[in-house]
């Protein structure tokens, strides 16, 4: 779920304009460290973030230093950037001239991305060193000025977004780094927008406050989220989804599924695998738990039990074994053998179902989401039974169980004349 939160306004440290940026191959999310992914527009405030939370524990792996390390005099890097641009860009004594290398690289689209395919390869290695280099229990956070713009949001368990408004940015640009209002708005507009980056955020950290209410919402996010999520990583624990309760529909949900969805597709590279929005969180207008349900279709569970297992324990997503799914079902049964793997993350409730391609578990996932969409007067129905047997039932337990209401055996009836009247097929 996206959180947003309060941030500061004014002379926070903002960041450094947008230089050196990891490029658009990403690390895949391995081993227990827990990588978070934080980004925003040039003059929001995401260093203030960085520094708060280097103060409370984290490893701090900084796109803009590296970017800088990696093109230092002497450097391999520097000499490939003169070859590709001329010695107008460097100072009298050697040096990268950055104020020179902007005007050329931000006034051409084509220059700027020939620097990018010289600066983020090196970029990329070196923080992945980094990476590599923490404790087991660390949070690294990266800070990526350009996360968004070069996709990498689904390598990281986490993304976290400053958000702070234009004008905002804009007077800070002026004052901090004597940019012209030109210029400013040239590297705005050359970076993502708001809603880019809002559509990437796991967690948006709106920056117009004070410096006390971006430490306090640091700080919580630090407590309540961030420890918690890299304790579950590295134990290979989810979190139980009991105490969710029934929620109206979120409009939000899509675009949460969207970013899981990425998440774990990254993760089970070079797997090519279907996934699927499943569940009530699935269908637009439909109250439900405010988890979202995910389907990824394999081709056998002994697969599933095997590589593909361990990255999404590592992307976030370990198994949650009972033997009510793990072993087959009765004979005529739904076929609801699958594994089910949970979410590590305290703030997003979500479960990941491994079904086999064409089994009936895997169908009727399916089947219901579509069904449920095409017709709103079963989904209202739908909708009310859900509600009464919320109002009478435990959120765990048999009662909430609500496949085995007789309502439940004839929409699946209904869904099935549904898909032979329509020609559905999965």
Known sequence: MIDSVPAPRGGAGGPRGGGG???RESIRLTGSVLRVGLTGGIGSGKSA??????????????????AREVVAPGSAGLA??????SDRVLTADGALDRAALGAVVFADEAARRRLEQITHPRVRARSAELSAAAPADAVVVNDVPLLVEVGLAPSYHLVVVVQTAVATRLARLARDRGM???EAERRIAAQADDARRRAAADVILDNDGGLDELHAAVDALWRDRLLPYERNVREHRAVRDGWV????PDPTWPQQYARLAARIRHALVPADLRIDHVGSTAVPGLAGRDVIDVQVTVPSLAEADGALAQRLADAGFPRVPEVRWDRPGPAGGDGGEKRLHGGADPGRPVRVHLRVAGSPGWRHALLMRDHLRADPDQRAAYLLVKRELAASAPLEGPGHATADDPWFAEERLRAEAWAAQTGWCP
């Open 245 to 248: 309760v029934s929620t109206e």
């Open 21 to 23: 940026v990891v490029g």
């Open 180 to 182: 012209t209002r030109a």
């Open 49 to 66: 973030v960085a520094i708060r939370l280097a103060g409370r524990g984290a490893i701090i792996v900084d796109s803009d230093r590296i």
């Open 80 to 85: 490939e950037i003169v070859a590709a641009f």
